[in-house]
């Protein structure tokens, strides 16, 4: 199993440029996760999804989208990119199936934006 | 809201066990404590959870106070590997808003 995967790995933008950010599973996860972690901080939730067709904001949701059209897949969209949304962007999964919440995450997107 | 505090900073010899805490004393009756660590840039691992007891697995062990007002992990053997950010976290308000803050990072030294 790949686990959770994520794509593209790096991206530098221009200020105002649109973008989308892919991030698969292939454990049969129903809970996926957008987080973003600036230099030398901890990560802050930005959206998450309990199942698919299903979406939630998160603590920073501000400049982002998502969508969650098949049960594997979470889409993260930049509509129009900012200097602020520089940082790495990393996709968690969760089985719903317990009481606790593990996450797997993924190896991250670094994206620049000029 | 329950949040986390965690010391910034930490160094263990390597061998010797490494003991990090956190205080979460904000937490509600039937949240868990979860832990997690990043090494270098890569993405976040989980390392273990608990509620009310003490919780041991293969890499660490998780005291709580019986306040659940802190916990301490506790990696028995540090190596140089274990060298890494350690997050302890816990769901803030309802759905599934996790809280990462700084973390502690751990240095395993020679």
């Known amino acids: 199993n790949a686990g959770v995967t994520q794509t593209p790995k790096f991206r530098v933008l221009k200020t105002g440029q649109s973008m989308t950010l892919l991030c698969a599973q292939d454990m049969n996860h129903e809970y996926m996760y957008w987080y973003r972690q600036d230099p030398g901080m901890g990560l802050r939730l930005i959206h998450y999804s309990v199942g698919e067709g299903t979406t939630a904001k998160g603590e920073v949701p501000d400049g982002y989208n998502v969508s969650r059209l098949k049960k594997q897949n979470f889409l993260l969209g930049l509509e129009s990119a900012a200097p602020s949304q520089t940082s790495v962007y990393f996709c968690?999964?969760?089985?719903?199936?317990?009481?606790?919440?593990?996450?797997?995450f993924g190896p991250g997107t670094r994206l620049t934006v000029l | 809201d329950a949040k986390t505090t965690q010391p910034p900073s930490m160094d263990c010899a390597e061998g010797r066990a490494a003991n990090l805490p956190c205080n979460h004393s904000t937490i509600s009756g039937n949240e868990y404590v979860y832990w997690y660590r990043q090494i270098h840039s890569q993405g976040p691992q989980y390392i273990i959870h608990?509620?009310?007891n003490n919780e041991t697995n293969e890499m660490a062990s998780l005291i709580i106070t019986e306040d659940r007002k802190s916990s301490t992990l506790i990696l028995p053997h540090a190596t140089l590997r274990d060298t890494a950010v350690y997050y302890c976290?816990?769901?803030?308000?309802?759905?599934?808003?996790?809280?990462f803050g700084p973390g502690t990072r751990l240095s395993v030294l020679p």
């Open positions: 976290i816990v769901r803030v308000g309802y759905g599934q808003n996790f809280v």
């Open positions: 608990g509620l009310k």
């Open positions: 968690a999964s969760s089985s719903s199936g317990r009481t606790y919440n593990e996450q797997f």
